[in-house]
C-alpha cells in the first residue's frame, strides 16, 4: 500500500526503551529524521510507544516488514503505521474482536494467522498481570484481541473463515469489534441482550459440556467456563446466543434448576458497573429489614475479657431469657478477641432485663458495657453530632460558663487531696493543690484570683487552710459548697487563713480534651489526664468510693469518657451503675465516722 507519510508507531516498549535505543534498531533500515518516546508529562516516565519517522516510505515499510515483533529487552516490539487521522481508528471500519484464545497465542501468532485475508492496519493481543508463586507479576495474555484491517472487506472474510475455528486446541470467536459504550447499551437492554451468565455449575463442567447444556435452546456463538490461573473452574460462565429469543428461552427454562446436584443460577450478563448499584441496593434493603427485623432485640456488648468466647457469652446473658445468636467478634488474621460481641434475643423483654442487669456488671475482672446495637451509618452520625457539639464549645466565650459546670471542691488544711489508683497525680500529697491543675469544670475570672497572704481574710473562692476543729470526724477532710467564702461553722472569721488557688488560663473544660488533641497522645497519657480531670467530678458524688469508680471509668473508650465530662447526667448515670456493681461484689467503703 501507498503511504504519503513514512511515519510509524512503536508500541509494547519496554519502560527502559529510549530514543538511542530505537535509532540503534531502525537506522540500518533507512535514513531516519526524527525517533521519539512518548513519556508523561509529570514523571517524564516512558509510556510504552514512541514514533520513528523515515526520510521516505519504502524505508518505513521495510522496517514494518522486517522489524515487526522483534524482541527488545525481552519484549516484542509491535510496528504499525502511524495514523494522524484519529477517524479511522474510531471508525470501526475494518476492525475485528477475538476471544476465547489460548494464552499461548501472541502478537506475532495473531499477525500471521489474519495476515492472509488482507493488509492489517494493527494487530494487538491484550496481556493482563499477575503475581506468581514467589509473588513475582507476570504478564501473559487475557485471552482476547484486536486486528484492524484496511478494508472491510478483508475484515468480514476474516470472521466468515476463522469464527468457530479451533487455535491452538480453543475453539474462538471472531467478530466485528463493537464500541464499549455500544456494548454497554446492548448488555442492559433487556429486549435486546444475547449473552447469558451461569453460576454454580459443577466443578467437573467444561466449555464442551456448558455448550451442549445451552444448544438445544439455540444457536450458540461461544460458551466459556471462567477458570483461574491454575486452570481450576470458577464455577459460573458465559453463553453468547446467536438470537436474542433463544437467550430468553435458556434464562427461562434453565434458571433454578438443578444440574448435577447443583441449584443453577441463569440470567441476563450484566458489566460490574450496572450490576453494583443493585447489588448495593439490594443489600441495603436486606440489611434494613434486618435491622427493623432484630431492633430492641439486639444487644451490643464490649469490654469483654480475653477469655470470653462466644460459649461463655451466650452463658451468662442466658438467664435473662432465650437467645437467638451470641457472637465475640474476633481478628480474621489472628483469632484473637477484639473485646466487643453482639447478643440476640427472641423477646424485648428479655434484652432490656439483660442491658438493666449486665451493663456495668463484672465478667472476669472488667465491667461489662451492654447497649442496643446500632446501624453504622447511625452509630457515626451521633459521633459526629457529639463532635460538632464539643467543637462549638470551643466557641464560647472566655468569661461564659459552659453549660453544664460542676461546683468547686475546698480542701481543709491536714488533707490530701485523694487521687485516682493507677494514675500518677499532678501534685504531691501534702503540697496543697497544684498550679498546674485547672478547676473542676469552672474557668477562672478576676474575682477571686488574687492569692491570700498572712491572715488577711479577703472575699473570693479559695482554699482554706485553717485546721477543723474536729479532728477526728474524717468526713471533714473536704466540704462541697457553692459558697464563694465556704466558711466553717465553729470557728470564728477573724481565725480563718485562707489560700486561694492561683490564676488560671480561662478555657472551657474541654479546649484541651478534644479527640485530636488527646490522639496524638501515648495511651498512658491519655489516662492520666482524663483521670485528674474525671476523679473530682466522681468525688463530688461519690467521695467514698472514687479512686476505685473512676478506674473502672476510665477503662471506657476515649468518647465516651469525654461525654461524661461534659455531661453530669450521663456520669452520675455510670457513677450510680459502677456504684451498684461494687456494692454486689462487695467492695464499697464502708461509711466513716
Known sequence: ???????????????????????????????????????????????????????????????????????????????????????????????????????????????????????????????????????????????????????????????????????????????PFVKKSERLKILSNEDSFTNVFVKNLDASVDDNELKDLFSKFGEIQSAVVMKDNNGKSKQFGFINFVDHAAAVIAVDELNEKEYKGKKLFVGRAQKKSERRPKLKEHFQKLKQEWVNKYKGLNLYVKNLDDSVDDARLRQEFSKFGEIYSATVMVDEKTKQSKNFGFVCFTTPEAANKALTEMNGHMMGSKPLYVNFAQP????????????????????????????????????????????????????????????????????????????????????????????????????????????????????????????????????????????????????????NILGERLFPLVHLREPKNAPKITGMLLDMDVSDILHLIESTEALYQKIKEAVAVLEEHGQTNGNDQ
Open 376 to 527: 453504622k451509618e447511625l452509630r457515626k452520625a451521633q459521633l459526629e453530632a457529639q463532635h460538632n457539639a464539643r467543637k462549638q464549645q470551643h466557641m464560647v466565650g472566655p468569661h461564659m460558663f459552659p453549660p453544664q459546670v460542676a461546683p468547686q471542691v475546698f480542701f481543709q488544711q491536714g488533707t490530701n487531696p485523694p487521687f485516682v489508683t493507677g494514675i500518677k497525680p499532678r501534685w504531691q500529697p501534702g503540697r496543697g493543690v497544684p498550679t498546674n491543675m485547672p478547676p473542676t469544670g469552672l474557668p477562672s475570672h478576676g474575682r477571686g484570683n488574687n492569692v491570700m497572704r498572712g491572715g488577711n481574710t479577703q472575699r473570693g473562692r479559695g482554699v482554706h487552710n485553717a485546721p477543723p476543729k474536729n479532728q477526728g470526724n474524717r468526713n471533714t477532710g473536704y466540704k462541697i459548697t457553692n459558697n464563694a467564702r465556704n466558711r466553717p461553722v465553729d470557728q470564728p472569721p477573724q481565725m480563718q487563713q485562707n489560700t486561694q488557688l492561683p490564676p488560671q488560663p480561662t478555657h472551657t473544660p474541654t479546649d484541651t480534651l478534644s479527640p485530636e488533641y488527646l490522639a496524638n497522645l501515648p495511651e498512658q497519657d491519655q489516662k
Open 1 to 175: 500500500m501507498n503511504y504519503n507519510s513514512a511515519s510509524l508507531y512503536v508500541g509494547d516498549l519496554h519502560p527502559e526503551i529510549n530514543e538511542s535505543v530505537l535509532y540503534e534498531i531502525f537506522h540500518e533500515v533507512g535514513p531516519i529524521i526524527s525517533i521519539r518516546v512518548c513519556k508523561d508529562n509529570i514523571t517524564r516516565k516512558s509510556l510504552g510507544y514512541a514514533y520513528v519517522n523515515f526520510q521516505n516510505p519504502q524505508d518505513a515499510e521495510r522496517a514494518l516488514d522486517t522489524l515487526n515483533y522483534t524482541d527488545v529487552k525481552d519484549r516484542p516490539i509491535r510496528i504499525m503505521w502511524s495514523q494522524r487521522d484519529p477517524s479511522i481508528r474510531k471508525s470501526g471500519i475494518g476492525n475485528i474482536f477475538i476471544k476465547n484464545m489460548d494464552k499461548s497465542i501472541d502478537n506475532k501468532a495473531l499477525y500471521d494467522t489474519f495476515s492472509a485475508f488482507g493488509n492489517i492496519l494493527s494487530c494487538k493481543v491484550c496481556q493482563v498481570t499477575r503475581k506468581d508463586e514467589r509473588g513475582e507479576p507476570v504478564v501473559e495474555s487475557a485471552g482476547y484481541g484486536f486486528v484492524h484491517f484496511e478494508t472491510q472487506e478483508a475484515a468480514e472474510k476474516a470472521i466468515a473463515k476463522v469464527n468457530g475455528m479451533l487455535l491452538n486446541g480453543k475453539q474462538v470467536f471472531v467478530g
